[in-house]
């Protein structure tokens, strides 16, 4: 496996920036009809309904009810989005640089995905629904606590800035479940994985009972992530053919060396490799009895040397 060198930290960090840049401008390129995005938030909600997949309604009920709930809920969704991720990148490319372009890459393809989203398919959030419908918006309810106002997790005074009918995909579910894969796979200790494990489960719930997204939004999360995978793989593919820049091995972890047979078996090559296994130590298997020093047929020296032994042990 060939080591690449670490991505240089201010390229990436203008990488990141100029993409950031860019999908955050997207979304308020992408603002699109109120009415139909309305009519697509109502369709999405139809369709749970019809499945017995609205999961949003109940624990919105439960987060507008309890500010024991909903509090902590509406500072999780306005901050840990915006923490966790770079935190994730940061911590991929200080520790495991091996797998940081791998998931910048996905990252990056999965974000673009989402934007494609917003601008084909804009939705009104549940919490911007009519109230007849039974959605209570936990961010402006809770707004005194935070500094968000009545406009989602935007700054008071900032939303004009954001597309509030930018609801699918749910990238605050996508992020996260892509911060918790990483982590999962290449963390060392069991509460670090545990946390990848319960980060993207606490946003989908969060997400919908702050009633900013709907179940199927989460859905679509998930999904753009699996197509961002694909779509980061083939290009690194592309990048790479022969693979070196690939996510296959654990960092730092130390090539295999094959067990070497010890110099005073017989039938050993120069250097303790056994003859005939290609460099392998030999394996005792098939139901041979053999102790640990003694060599199967197929490891035993040619005929003509085990003639010259035979006629040597009897002169003795």
Not at 98 to 118: C, E, I, K, Q
Not at 141 to 157: D, I, K, L, T, V
Not at 270 to 283: E, L, N, Q
């Amino acid at each position: 496996m060939t080591n690449r060198r670490r991505p240089t930290w201010w390229a990436e960090l203008l990488l990141l920036a100029l993409v950031y840049g860019a999908y955050s401008g997207g979304r308020l390129l992408a603002r699109g009809d109120v009415d139909l995005a309305v009519d697509h938030g109502l369709a999405i909600l139809r369709v749970e309904e019809l499945l017995w997949m609205d999961f949003e309604r109940p624990l919105n009920r439960l987060f507008s009810q309890s500010g024991v709930l909903g509090i902590p809920a509406d500072f999780v969704y306005a901050s840990l989005h915006y923490l966790v991720t770079p935190a994730v990148l940061i911590w991929l490319h200080q520790r495991r640089p091996r797998h940081y372009r791998a998931a910048r890459t996905w990252l990056v393809a999965s974000t673009l995905l989402g934007l494609v989203g917003f601008s084909l398919l804009p939705t009104c959030p549940p919490r911007l629904l009519d109230a007849s419908y039974g959605f209570t918006d936990t961010m402006a309810q809770f707004s005194a606590y935070g500094w968000w106002g009545g406009e989602a997790s935007a700054p008071r005074g900032l939303g004009s800035f954001t597309n509030q009918y930018a609801a699918m995909p749910s990238l605050h579910v996508g992020w996260a479940l892509w911060c918790g894969v990483l982590l999962w796979r290449h963390a060392r200790t069991p509460l670090v994985r545990a946390l990848g494990i319960a980060y993207p489960v606490l946003t989908t719930v969060v997400v919908m009972g702050t009633a900013n997204h709907y179940f199927l939004d989460a859905v679509a999360g998930a999904a753009v992530m699996g197509a961002g995978a694909l779509i980061a793989r083939r290009l690194l593919a592309l990048r790479d053919p022969a693979g070196t820049g690939t996510d296959a091995t654990p960092d730092a972890a130390p090539d295999a060396a094959p067990d070497a047979v010890p110099d005073a078996v017989p039938g050993a090559a120069p250097g303790g490799r056994a003859v005939g296994f290609r460099g392998k130590s030999p394996i005792v298997g098939g139901g041979w009895d053999t102790s640990a020093r003694e060599l199967l047929p197929a490891q035993r020296p040619p005929a003509a040397d085990t003639a010259d032994d035979d006629t040597a042990a009897a002169a003795r």
